[in-house]
């Protein structure tokens, strides 16, 4: 797209990463902003001569002068807005978590108002939703009624909330795109982080056990970063909240697909430990605002994300005491 930019928060998170490798791929003006000062997770994705390259700027989103700041001096027309905190995080420190994914989503909003933002995408999540029995009709629609469990997920209704809200009394739209378990190089960290430590495991021939078992959603990170880049630049109106859907599956599949790949491994899964969150979504709101919904075929995945582990580790490019975390 001509005359833009793309300013995108969280850069140094799994989903942010694969963001900025994907407007570094694209040769897309952008500035990625993270409250780390190095980008150790774009690394693993990118060529050191594409990450020397970054316009990287440090951000601190709770800060509202300095967002606003940024947003003007950078010309952002198109925000992807992906800073936050996980649900660990936020149980051991409410208030932070409640001031980095609360205020810095409200931060964002602020700036996309008055700094004439054309474009923007932020991270809401599937842990707004309730446990599987509150929802009778499947696919679970974008309008199911919200009902989180934890923290983080009340943070998310929040950030939902407030951009209905700015829609409403100022004109700002926006798209929340709800992921539910994502997977990928650069996915360290959290809970349902163990799809990802799943395939790394067995790429480094080490026992791991998946805190979880039964059905899922699964997405990507890969892409997942392009659902997010493309609900920004479709430049809603309003306030959207959409679903993500892609993969269905269970937990046991997925370690089925790593024998079949991979070979005989050393991955478990805690047995009767369901998620408690609903695995079939309808995805329709995604697909009235972006059309076609990229989905890479989960068995191409896991393949590609055995390879680049393992290539990673050739390389002594990857720190395996994650998964000991």
């Known amino acids: 797209m001509p005359d833009t930019h793309v300013l995108v928060t969280g850069a140094n998170g799994c989903i942010g990463a694969w963001v900025t490798r994907h407007l570094s791929a694209e040769g897309t003006a952008f500035t990625a902003t993270d409250l780390a000062p190095e980008p150790t997770r774009p690394r693993l994705l990118m060529p050191e001569e594409e990450v020397a390259a970054l316009d990287w700027r440090a951000l601190d989103v709770t800060d509202t002068a300095a967002v606003r700041r940024l947003v003007a001096?950078?010309?952002?027309?198109?925000?992807?807005?992906?800073?936050?905190?996980?649900?660990?995080?936020?149980?051991?420190?409410?208030?932070?978590?409640?001031?980095?994914?609360?205020?810095?989503?409200?931060?964002?909003l602020e700036a996309a108002r008055h700094e004439g933002v054309r474009g923007l995408a932020y991270a809401s999540s599937l842990a707004v939703l309730g446990p599987p029995e509150l929802y009778p009709v499947l696919p679970v629609p974008d309008n199911a009624p919200t009902a989180p469990s934890n923290l983080y997920g009340t943070y998310k209704?929040?950030?939902?909330?407030?951009?209905?809200?700015?829609?409403?009394?100022?004109?700002?739209?926006?798209?929340?795109?709800?992921?539910?378990?994502?997977?990928?190089?650069?996915?360290?960290?959290?809970?349902?982080?163990?799809?990802?430590?799943?395939?790394?495991?067995?790429?480094?021939?080490?026992?791991?056990?998946?805190?979880f078992s039964g059905p899922l959603s699964l997405q990507h990170a890969s892409d997942m970063a392009e659902m997010f880049l493309r609900a920004a630049r479709a430049e809603p109106e309003g306030a959207i909240v959409c679903n993500v859907r892609n993969s269905v599956t269970e937990v046991a599949r997925v370690l089925g697909i790593l024998e079949e790949i991979a070979g005989p491994h050393q991955v478990t899964c805690e047995e009767d430990a369901p998620l408690?969150?609903?695995?079939d979504l309808s995805d329709a709101a995604l697909k009235q605002l972006i059309g076609d919904i990229p989905h890479m075929p989960l068995e191409e995945a896991i393949a590609q994300d055995l390879a680049a582990y393992r290539d990673l580790m050739e390389r002594e490019a990857i720190d395996l005491t994650q998964l000991d975390r």
């Open 73 to 108: 001096e950078t010309g952002a027309t198109h925000i992807v807005h992906l800073a936050g905190l996980q649900v660990p995080f936020c149980k051991a420190d409410p208030a932070l978590g409640a001031a980095v994914n609360v205020t810095g989503t409200v931060n964002i």
């Open 157 to 211: 209704v929040a950030n939902e909330e407030a951009a209905r809200i700015f829609a409403a009394d100022w004109g700002v739209g926006s798209a929340g795109l709800r992921p539910a378990i994502v997977y990928g190089v650069g996915r360290d960290q959290g809970m349902s982080s163990d799809i990802a430590k799943a395939i790394l495991a067995v790429a480094a021939n080490r026992p791991f056990h998946v805190r």
């Open 276 to 279: 408690g969150v609903p695995s």
